[in-house]
């Protein structure tokens, strides 16, 4: 069955095949005005402008695209949506001036969430990343990590990633978020654990693997243990560093070969340079920083620098209560000196490449997957212009309109 976008006022997409994107190339995005696109199944059959559109035989639905834009499918590459519970007391108490990292070091914060999660069960689990994947996907996200890291032992470990598959998520195991109450602040004791009783299923069932690296979680040598075994087990491996303080994530994350390094808050100019010169990507988290009141990571020095960055919600109960990429667009417009077209870059092509995904995802090109946004809008910039907007107007997802 095809699918066709037609009169549409934009499609916008960032050109090419490669990726990451990376330097100027980042600011380039192929605007074509009046336009259409032409879904078969699955998969992207054309783009292009509506006088080129040619005749089409047998079974088309069509979409009115006037007054609107396209861009893809956005993808958010960080999230941890696999929770019980919420944090809602918590925020309510920061409002007030109690901080992030005293909630966590008092049991509660993270901690708070892993017991809302253990007690959850797996089909609360199952109903809960479903919820959260309706309400990114209102928001454009047609493609989704999820982190576990909420459940702390095997069994809530592992119900989180199946829970994230079910939803059709990208599943991270983040057994290493933080030490559960029953080590008692023994991370080794933990470290144990978790790499020899859940390591060997979590990665069955993983793409890859995450450690929050900071004061108050785990260390670089904790991290560099972990990471090492997840890699051994065939993961690809990220890492939470720089969130707080600069512990040592950009090195390690450097030369363990990491898909990318995520938060940035703290980093300062040598780890912007020595994440411009490698392969890792910088995922940067606006949404978190202003969630907790924090500082904003370097964003336009890490793109100034030659760094490839990705753009992600970090959508999680506690630090970044947010699903919306475009809500994240706006603040890498208005915080962290991105151009919109640096940010719809972000969120889609280099997103995809942290999720091993960038030759089907992330593009408005013949090949790639049908993940199309439509934007109640007639300049796509409105992504990052229209502050917390209503601006999705319709999603398709490998060619359906759900
Ligand atoms: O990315 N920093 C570590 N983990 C999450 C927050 C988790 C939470 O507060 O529940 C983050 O910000
Ligand atoms: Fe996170």
Partial sequence: ????????????????????????????????????????????????????????????????????????GLVDCHTHAAFGGDRVDEFSLRAGGASYEELHARGGGILSTVRATRAAGEEGLVRAVERHRGWMRAHGTTTFEAKSGYGLDRDTELASLRAIRAA???????????????????????????LAEVLPDAARLA????????????????????????RHAGLALRLHGDQFTEQGAIPLAVELGARSVDHLEATGEEGVR?????????????????????????????????????????????????????????????????APAE???????????VLGRADRLGRLAPG???????????????????????????????????
Wanted: hydrophobic share 50%.
């Fill in 368 to 402: 790639f997957r049908a993940d199309v946004v439509l934007l109640d809008a007639t300049d796509w910039r409105y992504l990052a212009y229209h502050l917390g907007g209503d601006l999705v107007a319709r999603v398709v997802v490998a060619g359906e309109l759900p």
């Fill in 274 to 338: 020595t994440l411009a010169a490698s392969g890792v990507v910088g995922v940067l988290l606006p949404a978190s920083a202003l969630f907790l009141g924090r500082p904003m990571p370097p964003g336009r020095a890490l793109v100034d620098a030659g760094a490839a960055v990705a753009l992600a919600t970090d959508f999680n109960p506690g630090s970044a209560f947010c699903e919306s990429l475009p809500l994240c667009c706006s603040l890498a417009a208005t915080q962290l000196k991105l």
């Fill in 207 to 230: 793409e890859a693997a995450d450690v929050f690296l900071e004061r108050g979680a785990f260390d670089a040598a904790q991290a560099r243990r972990c990471l090492e075994a997840c």
């Fill in 1 to 72: 069955m095809k699918l066709l976008v037609r009169d549409l006022a934009q499609v916008a997409t960032p050109p090419g095949r490669g990726a990451p994107i990376r330097g100027t190339a980042l600011g380039d995005i192929d605007v074509v005005e009046d336009a259409f696109v032409l879904c078969d199944g699955e998969t992207i059959e054309s783009v292009g402008r509506m006088r080129d559109l040619p005749a089409l035989d047998g079974d088309v639905a069509e979409v009115d695209g006037r007054g609107l834009c396209a861009v893809p």
């Fill in 168 to 194: 059709g998520g990208v599943p991270t195991w983040l057994g290493a978020h933080a030490i559960p109450p029953e080590f008692e602040g023994d991370g080794d004791a933990y470290l144990d654990f978790a």
């Fill in 343 to 353: 940010s719809l870059a972000a969120c889609t092509v280099n997103a995809a490449h």
